[in-house]
């Protein structure tokens, strides 16, 4: 079945500066892949997705990239603040109704 | 719009008792899911309904638990006896059917723990 791997588990930056969270994906019938940010206490909240006729996507500070050959997705932040600090989540799917989460990455941003 | 509304936001039990979650979706989405999140397992599909109409229950773990919705502005989660292992966040999220872009809204979730 599909399987996504996230890396790193976590992420440390200093405020400022960039952060890149990676997955892959196992089933190349993929073709929609959003990112959920969840802050502590919270459930997941989408904020940025892309499709695989897509190859980036931007929303100010935040932009995703996917690359089909080799199965791989990232998300990109610019210029990290503290509001930033979160667990994300990535995920791929061939269905909208059915996601193949990632395991998250607990982005820490130091002042 | 209130968004997604769960409750209790936490539950202490001690095993072998009943536990009922609850959630009320947003108006008009017409999609929910039960999700839940453990630090080894991370996010989980337990079960999603379309129209109030169970559609993929294959990750409900075991026949202790069962999920209702009897109308399209509630919906519970049930776990009947409770064990230690199910201490987790269950997580209601719903979605509209009519764009395949439209997003998961996500509840606050409700943290349960069985002692």
């Known amino acids: 079945g599909e399987n996504v791997e996230q890396h790193p588990s976590t992420l440390s930056v200093q405020e400022g500066d960039s952060a890149v969270i990676k997955c892959t994906y196992s089933?190349?019938?993929?073709?929609?892949f959003p990112w959920y940010k969840q802050e502590l206490g919270k459930g997941p909240q989408l904020i940025i997705d892309?499709?695989?006729n897509v190859g980036e996507k931007k929303d100010q500070r935040i932009a995703v990239t996917l690359n089909k050959t080799a199965k791989h997705f990232s998300l990109h932040i610019t210029e990290t603040q503290p509001e930033d600090s979160a667990v994300y989540f990535c995920?791929?799917?061939?269905?909208?109704?059915?996601?193949?989460w990632g395991a998250g990455t607990k982005l820490i941003i130091k002042p | 719009d209130a968004g997604v509304i769960q409750s209790p936001r936490h539950e202490v039990t001690e095993m072998g008792q009943e536990v009922t979650l609850r959630c009320k979706p947003i108006?008009?989405?017409?999609?929910l899911f039960w999700y839940r999140q453990t630090m080894m397992r991370g996010l989980e599909l337990l079960i999603y309904?379309?129209?109030?109409?169970?559609?993929?229950d294959s990750g409900m773990p075991e026949d202790r638990f069962s999920a209702k919705m009897p109308n399209a502005s509630f919906s519970t989660l049930k776990i009947q006896p409770s064990e230690p292992r199910d201490s987790a966040v269950y997580f209601c999220a719903c979605k509209r059917a009519q764009s395949e872009n439209s997003p998961l809204h996500f509840g606050n979730g409700t943290r349960l723990t069985v002692t």
């Open positions: 892309i499709r695989s």
């Open positions: 108006s008009g989405h017409d999609y």
């Open positions: 995920a791929a799917s061939w269905s909208n109704y059915q996601l193949i």
């Open positions: 089933d190349s019938a993929s073709n929609y």
């Open positions: 309904f379309n129209n109030n109409v169970p559609i993929d």
